[in-house]
C-alpha cells in the first residue's frame, strides 16, 4: 500500500483550494471539527444538544412569519 508524502499533500491542499477558495476553507474547517465532535460524544453516550442545534434557524423563521 503507498504512503502518502508532504508532497501529495501539499498537491491535496492546494487542489482543496482552488476547490472551495480561500473564504471556505474556515467555514469547511468548523463544520468538520463540530462533526468530529459530535460524532465522539455519540460513541461516548453523552447527549447531542438537538434541541439547539434543531430549532436555531428554523424557528426564526417560522415566528416571522406569523
Known amino acids: 500500500m503507498p504512503r502518502i508524502g508532504p508532497t501529495e499533500l501539499i498537491i491535496i491542499l492546494v487542489i482543496i483550494l482552488i476547490i472551495f477558495g480561500v473564504g471556505r476553507l474556515g467555514e469547511i474547517g468548523g463544520a468538520l471539527g463540530k462533526g468530529i465532535r459530535e460524532f465522539r460524544k455519540g460513541q461516548s ?3 447531542l444538544e438537538a434541541p ?3 430549532s436555531g434557524p428554523r424557528s426564526r423563521k ?3 412569519k406569523a
Open 52 to 54: 439547539e442545534a434543531v
Open 45 to 47: 453516550g453523552d447527549e
Open 62 to 64: 417560522r415566528k416571522e
